[in-house]
C-alpha cells in the first residue's frame, strides 16, 4: 500500500498510508482462496464474514462489500488502519504458508473509506432502512470508545435506544486522545464513524463522568435497562525512578492527549499547549511508545530514542508502526533500561541514565528475562521523557461502584461468555476489563455484552 | 439549558470574577473539595477551577476564577445569558469532614473563593469554623461577607496594612494556635508558597493540616497525570488522589516547578491571543 514517503510524512500530523486505489484493491482481492472454512473469520474478534466480503472486492462490488462488513463490524474505517492483523485475520490466512497472507486489513479499510461519506443507515446493518428505535429498549455506555461505540451499533442497528455518556468533551476515547491523527484521522475516520452512529439515533452525551456526575443507580432510576461500561484502561504507571516528576517528563497519556485531544501540534492556534523537546525520549516498546516517539519527531524533534530494556525483535509493537518510526528516523536504544532522570539544577530534565541490559534465560511466562550488566551505565541527553510502559485501573468509576467486583489486578471482573459483571444488567468490555489492549479486542467485548444483551431484550439476530 | 452563566459579578474588576453557573447535575452531586473542569471554545484548553459554593436547589454551582493567561481571559469575556462551551464535574474527592472541634480554614487570594466551600462544609459538619483570609490588599480580599455568614470568627491581614493586620495569614495563624488547643484541622488554600508557609506553621503544633493543589491537569480524571505531585515520597495525582493532601507531606518545592513548566508556553499563546483579537478588530 503506498505511503507518504519518509522524510515528508516525519514532518506532518497527516495520514501516513495512502490507501489502495480500486484496481488495486480488486487485484489483491483476487488472490483470496476463498477458503471453505475461513480461518480469517475465526482470528478476528467481531467475526467479519472475511472471506465474503473479500469476494465481493474481487468482483468490485465494492457497496456490497462494505455491507457485508458492516454486519458484524460498526467502525470498519477504524478497525483497517489499528488493528494488528498480523496476529488476528491475516496471522491465520492460510497463504502465510507459501506467501504472502491477504492484506485483510488494507482491504477493509479501502470498502470502508470508499462507503464511509453514504448514508450509513442503509448500510449499517446491511438492512435497508434505519431500524424503528423502540424507546424502551435503553441501554446506557459509560465511556465512548471503540467497546462502547461497538455496543452502540450492534444494538442501534436492532432497535435499541443507545445513550452514550463521555467524560472528556469529544467522543471516541482513545481513538480521539490516544491515537495519533496520522494514524488516524479524527474528522475524516472517527467523526464519520461516530456520526453513522448518530444516524441511527445513538445519542451522545459529554461531559458527564460516570462515578462523578451520575452512578449506575442512576442510570437504572432513569429507564435503563442495561448498562455497559467501557471506561478504558486509565492511570498512566510510570517507572518509579528519580527524578521522574521533573518538568519535561510526561506520560505517554499526557503527552498523546495534549497533541490528539488538545491538537497541541496546531499551538497556538489551538491553546493547549506541549513542550516540543529537543533530544526526546520514550521509554516503552509498544504502539503507545511508537506513536509517542513518531509525534515528537512531527514536533520537530532533532532526535528521538525510544528506549527498551529488551531486544527491538520482542516489542510488542505492531511490526508495521516500528518500521513506520525506524523510517522516518526514530533511533532504537534497546537493552537499556532507564535507573535516574536528572535535572538542569532548575527543575527541568536534562538527562538520563541508562542501565545496559542482556537477555538472560526464559522465565516462567516463557519470555526471556532481561538482566542489568553490573557497573555498566551511560547518559542520554534528554530535554523530553515521554513514559508509555502501559496503566494501571482508574479509580474514579470503580471507586464509587462498590458492589462492582474487580479481579486481582483491580480490573472488573466479567463473566467471559456475555461480559455481564458482578451486578445483573451491568456489563464491561474494554480495557477497564483486560488492563491496556488493542481496540479490536474492546470492540470484541462490547460484541459479546451486545449480543447478550439483545438475547435478554428478546431481539433474534 | 445547562452551562449557561446565570449571574456574572466582578469582584476585583478586571482581574477576578464570579460567575454563578447553572449547571444542576453538577450542583446536585457537588461537594465541597471537588472542582470542574471548563472549556470556552472550539480551540480552547481545558481549565480546572475549583466549586466556591453550589445550591443544589437552584441547580447552580459557584466558580471563582482569576485571569492569569488566554484561557482565563476567554472566560472572562463571557457574560450573563451566555454558555460554557464544556463544563465537567465534579471532580476530585471531597473534602474529608471531621466534626467536633475548631477548624481554621486559611484562604489566600482566589484561593479563598474554593476555602469558602470547604469551610462551609465544615460549618455544616457542627465545627466551630474560624476562617483566616489573607492578600495584597484591602481591594483585593474576597469573600469576607460571605464567609461572615456561618464563621464566628473571621480574621484578616493584609500584606500592606490596608485592612486587618498588617503582615501574613501564617502570623495570625500562629497566634490563633498559640491560644487555642481545640484546633482539629487546619486548611489552607491559596498559592502555593502561602500553602508551604501554612504546613510550616503548624507543623510544630502538630495539628493536621490539609491544602488544595492547583497543580496543571489536561483532562482532570485520571488519565494523564499531569497532576502528579509528591505527598510522603509517593507520586499522587492531583485530580483522582486529591486535590487535598496533608500539607505537611507534600513537597510544595516540586509542585511550584511543575505549575511553571508552560509558563513561556502561556505567555505565547496569550500574545498570539491578543494578536488575533488585534487583527480581528482592525
Known sequence: MPNQPAEERARNFKEVALG??????????????????????????????????????????????????????SLPAICGRVCPQ?????????????????????????????????????????????????????????????????????????????????????????????????????????????????DLQVDFVTNYVGGKTFSIEDLKEQGYKAVFVGVGAGLPRFLNISGENLCGVFSANEYLTRVNLGRAYDFPNYDTPIIKGRKVTVYGGGNVAMDAARTAQRLGAETVHIVYRRTADAMPARLEELEHAVEEGIILEVLANPIEFKSDGSGNLASVTLQKMKMGEPDDSGRCRPLPIEGETYELETDLAVIAVGTRPNPVLLENEPDLKLNKWGYIEADEETNETSIPDVYAGGDIVTGAATVILAMGAGRKAAQEIARRFGIED | MANKILKKEQLIPGQTSKLVI??????????????????????????????????????????????LGKSTALLEQLNEGDDILDLCGPLGKATELHSGGTVICVGGGTGIAAMHHIAKGNHEAGNHVVAIIGARNKDLLLFEKELKEFCPEVLISTDDGSYGHHGLVTELLKDRLEKDDSVIEVVAVGPVPMMAAVSKTTEPFGTPTTVSLNSIMVDGVGMCGACRVTVGGETKFACVDGPEFDGHKVDFGELRQRLAAFSSLEKKSFDHHCRCKCNDNS
Open chain 1, 86 to 198: 498480523e496476529i488476528q485475520c491475516e496471522g491465520a490466512c492460510i497463504l502465510n504458508a507459501k506467501d504472502q497472507p491477504i492484506a485483510i486489513g488494507r482491504l477493509e479499510r479501502y470498502v470502508a473509506d470508499e462507503y464511509m461519506y453514504l448514508d450509513a443507515c442503509d448500510l449499517i446493518s446491511a438492512k435497508p432502512e434505519c431500524p424503528f428505535i423502540d424507546e424502551e429498549k435503553k441501554v446506557a455506555c459509560i465511556g465512548s470508545g471503540p467497546s462502547s461505540l461497538t455496543v452502540a451499533g450492534y444494538l442501534a442497528s436492532r432497535g435499541c435506544k443507545v445513550t452514550i455518556f463521555e467524560a472528556l468533551h469529544e467522543v471516541g476515547g482513545v481513538l480521539v486522545y490516544g491515537i495519533p491523527e496520522f494514524r488516524l484521522p479524527k474528522e475524516d475516520v472517527v467523526a464519520k464513524e461516530v456520526g453513522a452512529l448518530k
Open chain 1, 20 to 73: 489502495y486505489t480500486k484496481e488495486m484493491a480488486m487485484q489483491e482481492a483476487a488472490r483470496c482462496l476463498n477458503c471453505k472454512k475461513p480461518k480469517c473469520v475465526q482470528g478476528c474478534p467481531v467475526q467479519v464474514p472475511i472471506a465474503d466480503f473479500i469476494a465481493e472486492v474481487a468482483k468490485g462490488n465494492i457497496e456490497k462489500a462494505y455491507s457485508v462488513i458492516k454486519s458484524t463490524n
Open chain 2, 22 to 67: 447553572d449547571a444542576p447535575h453538577i450542583a446536585a452531586k457537588a461537594k465541597p473539595g471537588n472542582f470542574v473542569i471548563l472549556r470556552v471554545t472550539e480551540r480552547g484548553e481545558r481549565i480546572p477551577l475549583t466549586i466556591a459554593d453550589t445550591d443544589p436547589e437552584s441547580g447552580t454551582i459557584t466558580i471563582v476564577y482569576l485571569v
